[in-house]
């Protein structure tokens, strides 16, 4: 991209037409959509900058045309800065330094005691914006938190996995993350679905405690029995995983946290 080529992505432009024309068929939502927003920006770049004489280019522009021809404007314009590559800002534009960074690592610790207190809903859906700024394979962020905040299905939700014995009962809301491996087409790629699925997780985990609110991961186990329980619990689709659950509450201040050593830093880097 620095500098951008003549001539690139003619082997992927056909099929991402396709998908863009599959995309705005399956919802036409003429609202508007930042996702569709986005691949219109994109597209709209990307066809302004390329070398058009190119066969599969002019094609694939003309598609491209017609497609948003036949689209409301509504669906893909808006007052807002272009989707498209960016500079990043020549000074951070974050207010946290890494020591205040590394006190927030160092205050989630799994807390399995919690205040009888309810969590506002507004909190978790912070934490979750939060998370789903994490990366993940081709930004394709195939993952849902599945939320529990109803006592009565909080208690069912929290026998599930094996993890909550002894502390269970004190969860005020459970969470089941669970990954989509449709997101994916190959076999080689289904494990992503629990990288990508982590890598939010530990964001949830942080932005939940910068806002006084605290987590417990609960291991999923992969036993049968226990996956078609979930299944139809969370009634989910053929290609879906429950890949991890989370207690989350405000922490009891009388509950004791369970003191976790971390191993020294020579022991986990080596450099070359
Ligand atoms: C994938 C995963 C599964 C876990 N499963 C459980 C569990 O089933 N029950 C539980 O009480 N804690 C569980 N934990 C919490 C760990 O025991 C805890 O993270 C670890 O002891 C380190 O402590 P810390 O989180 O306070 O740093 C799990 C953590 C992870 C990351």
Same mark, same amino acid.
């Given at each position: 991209?620095?500098?951008?080529?003549?001539?690139?992505?003619?082997?992927?432009?056909?099929?991402?037409?396709?998908?863009?024309?599959?995309?705005?068929?399956?919802?036409?939502?003429?609202?508007?959509?930042?996702?569709?927003?986005?691949?219109?920006?994109?597209?709209?770049?990307?066809?302004?900058?390329?070398?058009?004489?190119?066969?599969?280019?002019?094609?694939?522009?003309?598609?491209?045309?017609?497609?948003?021809?036949?689209?409301?404007?509504?669906?893909?314009?808006?007052?807002?800065?272009?989707?498209?590559?960016?500079?990043?800002?020549?000074?951070?534009?974050?207010?946290?330094?890494?020591?205040?960074?590394?006190?927030?690592?160092?205050?989630?610790?799994?807390?399995?005691?919690?205040?009888?207190?309810?969590?506002?809903?507004?909190?978790?859906?912070?934490?979750?914006?939060?998370?789903?700024?994490?990366?993940?394979?081709?930004?394709?962020?195939?993952?849902?938190?599945?939320?529990?905040?109803?006592?009565?299905?909080?208690?069912?939700?929290?026998?599930?996995?094996?993890?909550?014995?002894?502390?269970?009962?004190?969860?005020?809301?459970?969470?089941?993350?669970?990954?989509?491996?449709?997101?994916?087409?190959?076999?080689?790629?289904?494990?992503?679905?629990?990288?990508?699925?982590?890598?939010?997780? @530990?964001?949830?985990?942080?932005?939940?405690?910068? @806002?006084?609110?605290?987590?417990?991961?609960?291991?999923?186990?992969?036993?049968?029995?226990?996956?078609?329980?979930?299944?139809?619990?969370?009634?989910?689709?053929?290609?879906?995983?429950?890949?991890?659950? @989370?207690?989350?509450?405000?922490?009891?201040?009388?509950?004791?946290?369970?003191?976790?050593?971390?191993?020294?830093?020579?022991?986990?880097?080596?450099?070359?």
């Amino acid at each position: 991209m620095k500098p951008r080529r003549d001539l690139f992505g003619k082997e992927y432009i056909t099929e991402t037409i396709d998908s863009f024309e599959a995309i705005w068929n399956l919802g036409k939502d003429d609202k508007a959509n930042p996702q569709i927003k986005w691949f219109y920006d994109v597209l709209n770049e990307y066809f302004s900058t390329i070398n058009l004489s190119h066969p599969v280019i002019a094609t694939e522009e003309a598609r491209f045309k017609r497609i948003i021809n036949e689209m409301p404007s509504t669906a893909f314009k808006t007052q807002t800065a272009k989707s498209i590559p960016y500079h990043r800002a020549k000074q951070p534009v974050n207010n946290v330094n890494y020591a205040q960074f590394y006190d927030l690592c160092k205050q989630r610790r799994s807390v399995r005691w919690f205040l009888d207190k309810p969590v506002p809903r507004e909190l978790i859906d912070n934490a979750i914006l939060a998370a789903n700024q994490a990366p993940s394979a081709c930004n394709r962020q195939p993952f849902e938190f599945r939320i529990f905040d109803d006592p009565e299905m909080v208690k069912k939700v929290v026998q599930l996995p094996m993890g909550t014995s002894g502390y269970g009962h004190s969860i005020p809301v459970m969470i089941v993350l669970v990954g989509n491996l449709d997101a994916y087409f190959d076999e080689r790629d289904r494990h992503v679905i629990y990288i990508d699925a982590s890598l939010a997780s @530990m964001s949830f985990m942080l932005a939940l405690e910068s @806002m006084d609110l605290s987590s417990c991961s609960i291991n999923w186990p992969d036993i049968e029995a226990r996956e078609s329980k979930m299944h139809s619990f969370l009634n989910l689709k053929p290609y879906q995983r429950p890949i991890m659950c @989370m207690g989350i509450g405000y922490p009891d201040p009388d509950g004791l946290i369970a003191y976790s050593e971390k191993r020294p830093l020579h022991q986990i880097r080596k450099y070359n």
